[in-house]
């Protein structure tokens, strides 16, 4: 228990001493005082009131004394919140190969997207950016804490916005010139696609020194199976010349030994994520891994009223002492 709490307690005691004087007064009313027959003829005692005002004031001085000892004070507290967040810029493939239909019910780009949104509901702290790329790479969003906009940008994002084809070096180029006048203790990007980089005019090796020389870490998730993969595909009836969409098998292969290296020359990590779950689990191990740091400075203004309590209680004290002294108490019967 705090010392302040502990005189608090004790300053109950007052009002005790106070309701024991008043019943031991009701107990015993009749007062003897030797020699009364020489008080006939005078005027009465002090009255009942005048009696019990020293052990009163004697019990409020203790109580006003233990009230000081707790220290009062009065002011106000200020607290201002510095958050010293991490800039993290998701960089989207948006190739056509992210239609694939291998994260049942949706597709690859759907559950991506809301993963993707998930984490940043989580972010609240965080500047986050948005990149997509495919044949080429695009912001959507700059690092930013507006939730809401970062999240319809999201909502925004479709298959064929790009020409085709998976650019990884460019995507990662542009993720780091959003990044490049971040003053974030800590820049993060996390690069998400299911393909290999055949595509764009910036190598992926010449954009992760890049990286590494201004100290981003790249987190790298491919997503999806390699391999022959459920794949919606355009197909135009030789007969009628109509074009319809039927689901087919198609080849895809991801570049995981590309992506084990940009994360391992950039201090993040390489997840691989086959279904909507473990994408899931990955983007929650990235939330766990860059957490925020966040500073609470308080400013403080009190104004100490511990010496006028004191003083009010020594009055007390005194004035019960002084009415103790002239004769104004309880006679025991």
Do not use: C
Request: glycine content about 8%; cysteine-free.
């Amino acid at each position: 228990m705090e010392r302040g709490a502990i005189w608090l307690w004790a300053a109950l005691l007052g009002p005790w001493v106070v309701a024991l004087a008043w019943l031991r007064e009701r107990q015993g009313r009749a007062v003897i005082f030797p020699g009364v027959a020489r008080l006939k003829g005078r005027p009465a005692g002090p009255r009942v009131a005048l009696r019990q005002a020293p052990i009163v004031l004697a019990g409020l001085g203790l109580m006003i004394a233990a009230l000081a000892l707790a220290r009062p004070q009065h002011g106000s507290l200020r607290e201002s919140q510095t958050t010293r967040g991490i800039d993290i810029i998701v960089a989207l493939d948006v190739s056509g190969s992210m239609a694939a239909e291998d994260f049942q019910p949706l597709n690859r780009i759907a559950v991506a997207k809301q993963v993707v949104a998930e984490f940043v509901r989580r972010r609240v702290n965080d500047r986050i950016g948005l990149v997509v790329f495919a044949g080429k790479s695009l912001t959507k969003s700059p690092p930013t804490t507006d939730v809401a906009v970062l999240l319809r940008q999201l909502d925004d994002v479709h298959l064929d916005m790009l020409p085709d084809g998976t650019a990884i070096g460019s995507g990662l180029a542009t993720s780091l010139t959003r990044l490049r006048r971040s003053q974030a203790k800590s820049k993060v990007i996390v690069l998400v696609t299911d393909g290999a980089n055949n595509a764009g005019e910036i190598d992926p090796a010449t954009a992760t020194d890049l990286a590494r020389a201004m100290e981003v870490r790249v987190y790298t998730i491919g997503v999806g199976r390699g391999g022959q993969v459920p794949m919606p595909m355009q197909v135009q009836d030789p007969f009628t010349g109509r074009v319809s969409m039927r689901t087919m098998m198609t080849e895809v292969q991801i570049d995981e030994g590309l992506l084990e290296r940009i994360a391992d020359r950039t201090g993040g990590e390489f997840f691989r994520a086959t279904d909507s779950q473990s994408l899931r689990n990955i983007f929650d191990r990235i939330d766990r891994l860059e957490k925020s740091e966040i500073k609470l400075a308080a400013y403080r203004r009190y104004r100490e009223w511990y010496v006028p309590v004191l003083l009010t209680a020594a009055g007390t004290l005194a004035t019960a002492g002084a009415l103790w002294a002239v004769g104004f108490r309880v006679t025991p019967v």
